[in-house]
């Protein structure tokens, strides 16, 4: 992610959009670092202007993303700003409560074995609406069916919690929030065999991350390391 001043001394980023050989050439755990990097970048405050026409024009005849990034909907999680990067640099797939589905699956293949991309991230956010929904048992149109994609995780925090199970209660909404994200994560290798056989032959991985609204960091948690941070939330709040 090369920077450069533009006449007006603000960081601006290179221009140069990513090639199909500078993709083949980064790794999964490559990625993961360049993410934190403009996220410390982000969190920071040290931001520089993502895009410009030049870039714009240099992306035209094709993409190689080094991520896929699939995030829910909120106004609040700008995907793109977060890990300050550009065009031509991640996929995004949005969705309330970054649930997956065949779309989704669908979208998150074509990211990776058609376009190259290196990895995927499922990341939730603090204070979702879509999980307090789930939590709330709202009922209405066609969201009913995509809270449904939420229930297990929201039925799964509920084992051995000691506290309210209610919206209100913050200590059960994070709680539901890294289920959920673990949730999902598991549902993309158990229902696209094609990721499945890429991350276990180590061409991608496929980490959860979850946006903290107020500090504006993301923390990225991978196989393990997911079920021990819920886990500890239990520990720290419920036990």
Same mark, same amino acid.
């Given at each position: 992610?090369?920077?450069?001043?533009?006449?007006?001394?603000?960081?601006?980023?290179?221009?140069?959009?990513?090639?199909?050989?500078?993709?083949?050439?980064?790794?999964?755990?490559?990625?993961?670092?360049?993410?934190?990097?403009?996220?410390?970048?982000?969190?920071?405050?040290?931001?520089?202007?993502?895009?410009?026409?030049?870039?714009?024009?240099?992306? !035209?005849? &094709?993409?190689?993303?080094?991520?896929? *990034?699939? $995030?829910? /909907? #909120?106004?609040?999680?700008?995907?793109?700003?977060?890990?300050?990067?550009?065009?031509?640099?991640?996929?995004?797939?949005?969705?309330?409560?970054?649930?997956?589905?065949?779309?989704?699956?669908?979208?998150?293949?074509?990211?990776?074995?058609?376009?190259?991309?290196?990895?995927?991230? !499922?990341? &939730?956010?603090?204070?979702?609406?879509? *999980?307090? $929904?789930? /939590? #709330?048992?709202?009922?209405l149109g066609n969201i009913t069916g995509l809270l449904s994609k939420i229930k297990p995780a929201v039925n799964q925090s509920?084992?051995?919690?000691?506290?309210?199970?209610?919206?209100?209660?913050?200590?059960?909404?994070?709680?539901?929030?890294?289920?959920?994200?673990?949730?999902?994560?598991?549902?993309?290798?158990?229902?696209?065999?094609?990721?499945?056989?890429?991350?276990?032959?180590?061409?991608?991985?496929?980490?959860?991350?979850?946006?903290?609204?107020?500090?504006?960091?993301?923390?990225?948690?991978?196989?393990?390391?997911?079920?021990?941070?819920?886990?500890?939330?239990?520990?720290?709040?419920?036990?």
């Amino acid at each position: 992610m090369n920077k450069k001043q533009n006449k007006n001394n603000t960081e601006m980023k290179n221009n140069k959009v990513l090639t199909a050989e500078e993709q083949s050439k980064l790794t999964p755990n490559k990625v993961i670092e360049i993410l934190k990097r403009g996220n410390e970048a982000f969190a920071d405050n040290r931001l520089a202007l993502q895009n410009s026409i030049e870039r714009v024009q240099n992306a !035209v005849n &094709g993409q190689h993303p080094e991520a896929v *990034i699939l $995030s829910c /909907i #909120d106004s609040r999680v700008p995907v793109e700003d977060i890990f300050q990067c550009g065009i031509g640099d991640i996929f995004v797939a949005r969705v309330a409560g970054n649930i997956v589905n065949p779309d989704i699956l669908g979208s998150l293949e074509y990211a990776c074995k058609v376009s190259g991309a290196k990895l995927i991230v !499922v990341m &939730g956010h603090e204070h979702c609406g879509a *999980i307090k $929904s789930a /939590i #709330d048992d709202v009922e209405l149109g066609n969201i009913t069916g995509l809270l449904s994609k939420i229930k297990p995780a929201v039925n799964q925090s509920k084992v051995n919690f000691k506290g309210e199970t209610t919206s209100g209660n913050a200590a059960f909404v994070e709680k539901v929030c890294y289920a959920n994200m673990e949730l999902m994560v598991n549902e993309i290798r158990k229902n696209s065999p094609i990721l499945k056989a890429m991350e276990d032959k180590g061409e991608i991985k496929i980490v959860g991350a979850i946006y903290g609204l107020e500090s504006g960091k993301v923390e990225f948690f991978e196989k393990n390391k997911i079920k021990n941070i819920i886990e500890q939330l239990s520990i720290r709040f419920f036990s």
